[in-house]
């Protein structure tokens, strides 16, 4: 058997009016770039397809034009289930504008539907419980125009489960592989990251649908190394070379780094200057301080990712492993748009494979980002006034990790700082209070994470608050900050303040490095120093 070789317009002319189409890819890895690119030009030309509703898990684009923002037209595209929607911001202004059908449920949720789907039976679990897309709050939906309840509250021997209910089930895929042979194999072998390819190509196939793969050429049956192979052929229709390669890069920020996907590993060199004393490394230090030994962790995009060069700067990096929810374990994350990636990885898993994991607890330790938190300890980092950026992994990671560090600074829009004789100094406050009465979404509920005993810390510049029963408790203040002033004078409530309130450690506040390790003799002699996983 030969598979079917055609080019992306004849793909995109294969697309019916009404259907579901699914697709792969997170930020601008592993994106079909050319068969988005080619529908779209299709709508413009012929005003067709109409009406079609659409399947993702991660979010796909680059704040542009590029990914699922091709998809954007309205007459074209009538609904969406999406886990991320960061990256598309012109299918972010549809929702806000009430133009089309919208949900947003969790990365992991949505990558366990595919696989789901695929075998014909429900998708139920906990994850959601307490957040925005569990039914008693609102159940996922985006706007006006969504009104259909898709996610239903259950018991299973006395327990809250969450089953998600397939109201589409995808007529095709658009995915991605590095080569197809003859019969259709497919090597992701130069591809950064896999995410659940296999799973909805499974789904679309077992549910009758036609599978269409974005490759870089076709080479003849038998010369692909077989271990490379992560879609058989038996699940692909048609195969799509692409008719120019800047529609296939490895992420939209490189055309291609073999360092992603361990063709090669690239020398990182550790850092040899200090980072510059902000708000956002001393938010950095404090939560590296909670790091354990030989701990497996996720890093969020923004101040999180200022733990992993903390943690280069004292020496202790390599005995930390980093994990990226799109698959990748161990390695460095990229940032920017490129994130998904990791730069020499030990790994790389399907992204379902690796949510089971997230899912089950296996993360000791995630740190994550704090746009907006609350007196319950919710904290929100989905939706802002209209603009939707969607959860991604973000309920995932946090209802399964015991524990968690939510890091940002305590407001935002112009906040300027200076740290001088291991003082902090507010120069100029920002404009935003990001410690609020109640959040505008729960993407994290703090109800929840208290009632499963979760370990949970908020990180601020000046300030460091811990979850208790009583909600956001005060646990430790910068040196120099007043606490009417700096602190309840820039939040819409008044927390719980420990009776052992503390100065936050002074080592924090100085030029030179902390000490930080993980055996006696390897830190600065003059200090002494006790955290989680260090010694003193």
């Known amino acids: 058997m030969s598979v079917k070789v055609i080019t992306s317009a004849q793909a995109a002319a294969m697309i019916e009016d009404g259907k579901t189409v699914c697709s792969q890819g997170m930020g601008g890895n592993d994106v079909a770039e050319e068969l988005m690119l080619e529908l779209e030009k299709r709508f413009l030309e012929t005003g067709k397809p109409q009406h079609i509703s659409w399947i993702h898990s991660s979010g796909q684009g680059d704040k542009g034009d590029r990914g699922l923002n091709h998809m954007a037209h309205e007459g074209l595209l009538d609904f969406i289930i999406g886990g991320h929607f960061g990256p598309a911001t012109k299918i972010q202004n549809m929702i806000a504008q009430n133009q089309i059908q919208a949900y947003n449920l969790p990365q992991g949720v949505i990558s366990h539907m595919f696989r789901d789907i695929a075998a014909h039976r429900p998708t139920i679990t906990r994850v959601g419980l307490e957040t925005f897309v569990d039914p008693r709050v609102e159940g996922g939906k985006l706007n006006r125009k969504t009104t259909e309840d898709i996610v239903e509250l259950m018991e299973l021997d006395g327990v809250e489960y969450l089953r998600y209910h397939h109201v589409k089930k995808p007529d095709y895929a658009f995915l991605r592989g590095t080569y197809a042979d003859e019969k259709g194999n497919i090597s992701l072998e130069e591809e950064?990251?896999?995410?659940?390819?296999?799973?909805?190509?499974?789904?679309?196939?077992?549910?009758?649908?036609?599978?269409?793969?974005?490759?870089?050429?076709?080479?003849?049956?038998?010369?692909?190394?077989?271990?490379?192979?992560?879609?058989?052929?038996?699940?692909?229709?048609?195969?799509?070379?692409?008719s120019d390669l800047h529609n296939h890069m490895m992420t939209f920020h490189e055309q291609f780094n073999p360092a992603y996907c361990g063709?090669?590993?690239?020398?990182?060199?550790?850092?040899?200057?200090?980072?510059?004393?902000?708000?956002?490394?001393?938010?950095?230090?404090?939560?590296?301080?909670?790091?354990?030994?030989?701990?497996?962790?996720?890093?969020?995009?923004?101040?999180?990712?200022?733990?992993?060069?903390?943690?280069?700067?004292?020496?202790?990096?390599?005995?930390?492993?980093?994990?990226?929810?799109?698959?990748?374990?161990?390695?460095v994350p990229v940032s920017g748009i490129g994130f998904g990636s990791s730069l020499n990885p030990d790994c790389i898993l399907f992204q379902s494979t690796q949510f089971d994991s997230y899912d089950g607890g296996g993360l000791d330790l995630a740190y994550l980002g704090l746009a907006e938190a609350d007196q319950h300890g919710n904290v929100n980092v989905?939706?802002?006034?209209?603009?939707?950026?969607?959860?991604?992994?973000?309920?995932?990671?946090?209802?399964?990790?015991?524990?968690?560090?939510?890091?940002?600074?305590?407001?935002?829009?112009?906040?300027?700082?200076?740290?001088?004789?291991?003082?902090?100094?507010?120069?100029?406050?920002?404009?935003?209070?990001?410690?609020?009465?109640?959040?505008?979404?729960?993407?994290?509920?703090?109800?929840?994470?208290?009632?499963?005993?979760?370990?949970?810390?908020?990180?601020?510049?000046?300030?460091?608050?811990?979850?208790?029963?009583?909600?956001?408790?005060?646990?430790?203040?910068?040196?120099?900050?007043?606490?009417?002033?700096?602190?309840?004078?820039?939040?819409?409530?008044?927390?719980?303040?420990?009776?052992?309130?503390?100065?936050?450690?002074?080592?924090?506040?100085?030029?030179?490095?902390?000490?930080?390790?993980?055996?006696?003799?390897?830190?600065?002699?003059?200090?002494?120093?006790?955290?989680?996983?260090?010694?003193?």
Not at 211 to 225: E, T
């Open 192 to 242: 950064p990251c896999y995410l659940e390819s296999l799973q909805a190509a499974q789904a679309v196939k077992n549910n009758g649908g036609i599978v269409f793969v974005q490759v870089k050429k076709v080479v003849p049956y038998g010369s692909l190394d077989m271990r490379k192979v992560r879609i058989p052929g038996t699940l692909v229709d048609y195969v799509v070379p692409v």
């Open 263 to 331: 063709n090669c590993r690239e020398l990182i060199a550790h850092q040899n200057d200090t980072l510059v004393l902000d708000a956002k490394k001393i938010i950095s230090r404090r939560a590296a301080m909670e790091l354990i030994p030989n701990s497996v962790i996720n890093l969020g995009i923004g101040v999180p990712e200022g733990v992993g060069k903390v943690a280069d700067e004292e020496g202790i990096r390599d005995a930390l492993t980093l994990s990226i929810e799109s698959g990748p374990v161990g390695g």
């Open 382 to 536: 989905s939706k802002f006034g209209l603009k939707v950026a969607g959860a991604g992994g973000f309920i995932n990671i946090t209802q399964a990790t015991k524990n968690i560090i939510f890091c940002g600074t305590m407001t935002a829009g112009g906040l300027q700082v200076e740290v001088k004789d291991g003082v902090l100094h507010i120069l100029q406050e920002g404009k935003v209070k990001k410690l609020v009465k109640e959040v505008q979404q729960i993407t994290f509920s703090g109800n929840y994470a208290n009632r499963t005993g979760q370990n949970v810390l908020y990180i601020t510049e000046r300030a460091v608050f811990r979850l208790t029963p009583a909600g956001m408790t005060l646990t430790e203040l910068a040196p120099g900050v007043d606490l009417q002033r700096d602190i309840l004078d820039n939040m819409e409530f008044v927390p719980k303040i420990a009776e052992d309130l503390k100065q936050m450690d002074k080592r924090i506040f100085r030029e030179k490095l902390m000490g930080l390790s993980w055996e006696v003799g390897q830190r600065d002699p003059d200090d002494t120093f006790l955290c989680n996983g260090y010694v003193e």
